[in-house]
């Protein structure tokens, strides 16, 4: 019997909870708020105040807790249909909405042929008029340039730390004379292995350095979680010391 694949997500809409006080807006706007966050560990709590605060009910905030790089998300879908002509839209921050300069185009310009108005309290965006659909743009613009430069910063840091040999991620937990030793005991990668209680994968990919020229730079004890983050591992009296 053929597999049906995972089955749509539906949205369940639950009332926002906060310690602010909702008090109704005096010239009576219909407000429509959205609150996202990336993953489920992650709170949007400070969102949902700030929205109340401004003056969207608990029960019209919709929330995510998914990424923002595509639009495919069951609350902003649920938030998109609930729109009508005339209501305002409020996001804490532009990149609540999403985090591609393109979506943020296209959900501003189906907003706007929608009569739908969009309200971004932490940048003050509005985008009533001509000038606040502008500035819409060119933050948005502005911030996928932020993410992007700091990618690359990132990526060209990593790229140099490979070249000296500094391996990224957890702490070595045995040095290269350590896996040559137990190589020439056991003969083969499945008894090094055995010997030193790690996966063959670990001896391999070491095989595979010292083939291409290089060698673990810091001794076994030193962290090698990246550029700056060496960890010293201190014995208890030396964690003593002021």
């Not at 350590?178 to 083969?188: G, M, Y």
Request: aromatic letters at 6%; charged letters at 30%.
């Amino acid at each position: 019997m053929p597999k049906r694949g995972p089955k749509p997500k539906h949205y369940v809409h639950k009332i926002a909870e906060s310690v602010v006080k909702w008090k109704r807006p005096k010239d009576g706007q219909m407000m429509i708020g959205y609150a996202r966050v990336s993953t489920s560990d992650q709170t949007n709590q400070r969102q949902i105040d700030e929205l109340i605060k401004f003056g969207v009910a608990p029960e019209d905030i919709f929330q995510d807790k998914q990424s923002g790089k595509t639009l495919d998300r069951v609350a902003w879908k649920a938030c998109f249909r609930d729109l009508q002509k005339g209501d305002l839209l409020v996001i804490y921050s532009l990149d609540r909405l999403g985090r591609n300069l393109g979506d943020l185009i296209e959900v501003e310009k189906q907003l706007y042929q929608k009569g739908v108005r969009l309200k971004v309290i932490q940048q003050d965006i509005d985008t009533t008029n001509a000038s606040g659909r502008m500035i819409f743009h060119i933050l948005g613009a502005l911030a996928q340039w932020e993410r992007e430069w700091n990618w690359e910063r990132t990526k060209h840091g990593l790229d140099r730390a490979r070249e000296r040999g500094i391996v990224g991620g957890q702490p070595a937990k045995h040095s290269d004379k350590q896996i040559r030793d137990a190589l020439k005991e056991a003969k083969t990668i499945s008894g090094a292995a055995k010997l030193l209680g790690c996966a063959k994968i670990t001896i391999i990919r070491r095989q595979q350095m010292w083939a291409d020229g290089r060698k673990l730079q810091l001794p076994v004890g030193l962290g090698q979680g990246g550029i700056g983050r060496g960890r010293l591992n201190k014995t208890p009296a030396q964690k003593r010391k002021p």
